[in-house]
């Protein structure tokens, strides 16, 4: 009898073996030593769609912790720009990286973070920038997430002038997209 109890436990630990297996396996998100790559756009006309932007950025980062993120991101934007006589396109970049502070541990994450970089291109003034971020994650598979991003970037061009740009010469960057952690 002893025998058939032991064999009946053992084949139930068995048979919940796969099941233990599976539901670590639905874990949302990212561990530590993971890394994240994602693609977002954003993009913006006037009402009358005669003058607009779009752009891409993509980020690659790095899980130094389960909730902390770090990175670079790139970003590459195009504008036609239409006005009282005047067509013009502009195209401009920015390069930064960036740190990221992920909330709560389940499908949906909040972060904050900030980065420091540098923006250039035809339609903006070569300079530095430091900006603050927030935005969410939300996993609509274990490892595959959309995002959405708000970012204030200040500019400057040295060290004395970053106090005031925060102040005078900030601007808002909205991103959208999906992102994949492997």
């Given at each position: 009898?002893?025998?058939?109890?032991?064999?009946?436990?053992?084949?139930?630990?068995l048979g919940a073996l796969p099941l233990a297996v599976s539901a670590q396996s639905s874990q949302f998100g990212p561990d530590q030593g993971d890394r994240e790559f994602s693609l977002s756009g954003t993009g913006s006309n006037d009402r009358d769609f005669n003058s607009g932007s779009f752009g891409v950025t993509g980020d690659l980062g790095w899980y130094l912790r389960d909730n902390v993120v770090?990175?670079?991101?790139?970003?590459?934007?195009?504008?036609?720009?239409?006005?009282?006589g005047v067509t013009d396109d502009f195209w401009n970049g920015s390069t930064r990286g960036y740190l990221d502070y992920q909330f709560l541990n389940d499908r949906a994450r909040p972060f904050v973070g900030g980065s420091l970089g540098g923006i250039y291109g035809d339609g903006v003034k070569d300079s530095a920038f430091a900006g603050l971020e927030a935005g969410i994650k939300y996993y609509v598979q274990t490892k595959t997430y959309f995002l959405a991003r708000a970012e204030y970037q200040f500019l400057f061009s040295d060290t004395d002038d970053a106090t005031d740009a925060f102040q005078d010469d900030g601007i808002w960057a909205y991103t959208v997209g999906l992102g994949y952690n492997f």
């Open positions: 009898m002893i025998r058939f109890k032991t064999a009946a436990i053992t084949v139930c630990l770090g990175g670079v991101r790139q970003s590459v934007n195009f504008a036609d720009i239409e006005g009282e």
